[in-house]
């Protein structure tokens, strides 16, 4: 490799990076502040509430991992025939994407209302009777979203496939506008408690994907829908967002199944175990949050390389975007520790809960910076090339067998509680970190084009 290679022709410059990334962070940070917000207010309600919110919670990004994986299959698909330069295809790959998301995402919605029994009791297992009766409460509400969800997802990742990240941006100031707003109204002035939280979260994710859906139909977009309610199934390119999508999508509901396994250990720790989690879940998501954020532009960048069949960009941009990771993460975490009294003392918790939330801060903060970007950037550009199957393989063997039994092993047999779940976590992304680095140097993901 040439040390002073031209890269003026390379396809994102400095400004093409910061313009696509940017507005990615401010809406992961809209989400995250929106998410703690939603926790604050309905701790006004009780440890009870948010533990049952929380607890639903769960289910919902299981869902919403779901439709973001097959969102990001569609992006893959666009944004490599974007840059083989197939426009046709590439618009044609969005409009499958967003109907067949929305249509699969409303027989979803309707197993989730037919299995809420099963979700309640037999998935959280013997909980508390006030804290069953929230998330009862919160479910019946939020999963009428369900479609909307998957709506909104599907149209963000199109124009994230453009390198227009400013639309989903926008959108998203106004979806959490609406859905904040309705929350302090609805709690703090109607005092509705659980339903408070559930309906304006059910109303901004309505209007966010109308908005998204409307603008997705401009044609002068370079991905755009056409403008009809007829619809029918094009199996050549479903097929091809589905082979990304789908085992991105096992790979994301398997992790956050384990999630919602381990959570049985945590309810069994008590109240206060879940609280500390449910918050501990809410402020880490915030130190991690511009990592996530470059993820969703790795998937833009990478497949518009692989598409023109350049792979000394997409090594280039690998490397660049892992870097970045890695320092904005540090930014964030160190932020992050430096307001965390005031944050756990916004929370009103015990001081019990307060102690245990701050040590799983801690770990977690300094773990992602060190650890983070080789088990979850890294394999965003392999998902990218099309090289999916890999990591799926790779981050379920590797959840199945730290996250989840060592879960067990260090929070229950080793007496370590609540802590113990989130250092199996650390374990879990340390393994896959160094099976992906060694798949990366091996070099058999540049073979997995899908264009």
């Not at 060190?370 to 890294?378: D, E, N, Y």
């Amino acid at each position: 490799m040439m040390k002073n290679a031209d890269r003026s022709k390379y396809l994102f410059d400095n400004k093409a990076l910061v313009s696509l990334i940017l507005p990615l962070v401010v809406e992961q940070l809209l989400a995250v502040l929106v998410g703690m917000a939603d926790s604050i207010m309905i701790a006004s309600v009780g440890e009870a509430a948010v533990s049952g919110v929380s607890l639903v919670d769960q289910i919902m990004v299981l869902l919403i991992n779901i439709f973001a994986a097959l969102a990001t299959g569609g992006a893959v698909i666009a944004g490599q025939y974007l840059g083989h330069r197939k426009q046709e295809s590439a618009c044609e790959s969005a409009n499958q994407l967003v109907w067949f998301t929305t249509l699969s995402a409303v027989v979803i919605t309707v197993l989730v209302y037919a299995g809420k029994y099963v979700i309640l009791h037999g998935i959280f297992g013997r909980i508390e009777e006030d804290v069953m009766r929230h998330a009862d409460i919160y479910l019946i509400i939020v999963a009428m979203a369900i479609p909307f969800m998957a709506m909104y997802n599907a149209g963000a990742a199109i124009f994230r496939a453009m390198g227009n990240s400013k639309v989903s941006m926008n959108v998203s100031i106004i979806m959490n506008l609406i859905n904040v707003g309705g929350n302090a109204l609805l709690i703090y002035v109607f005092h509705m408690g659980t339903a408070g939280v559930a309906i304006p979260t059910l109303v901004s994710r309505i209007i966010a994907a109308v908005i998204i859906v409307v603008l997705l139909c401009d044609e002068k977009q370079a991905l755009h829908m056409k403008r009809t309610w007829r619809y029918r199934v094009d199996w050549s390119h479903v097929k091809k967002i589905l082979s990304v999508g789908v085992p991105n999508g096992l790979e994301n509901s398997m992790f956050q199944m384990g999630k919602i396994l381990v959570l049985s250990l945590v309810s069994s720790f008590g109240t206060y175990a879940i609280a500390a989690n449910a918050v501990g879940n809410a402020i880490a998501l915030f130190q991690i949050l511009p990592g996530m954020a470059i993820n969703l532009a790795v998937t833009t960048v990478i497949a518009r390389c692989v598409g023109a069949g350049d792979y000394e960009q997409v090594r280039y941009y690998n490397k660049k975007l892992i870097i970045i990771t890695h320092a904005s993460i540090a930014f964030t975490v160190f932020g992050v520790l430096a307001v965390l009294p005031w944050i756990l003392k916004a929370y009103n918790l015990s001081d019990m809960t307060a102690e245990a939330t701050r040590n799983i801060i801690y770990f977690h903060g300094l773990s992602a910076i060190l650890i983070w970007p080789s088990s979850f950037t890294l394999p965003s550009t392999f998902r990218a090339s099309g090289d999916v199957k890999a990591c799926m393989y790779i981050s379920m063997i590797s959840m199945w067998i730290f996250r989840v039994a060592f879960s067990f092993v260090l929070g229950k047999y080793l007496g370590m509680g609540v802590f113990g779940i989130w250092v199996a976590m650390v374990i879990d992304w340390a393994f896959r970190g160094l099976c992906f680095w060694i798949r990366y140097f091996k070099g058999h993901w540049r073979r997995k084009a899908l264009v």
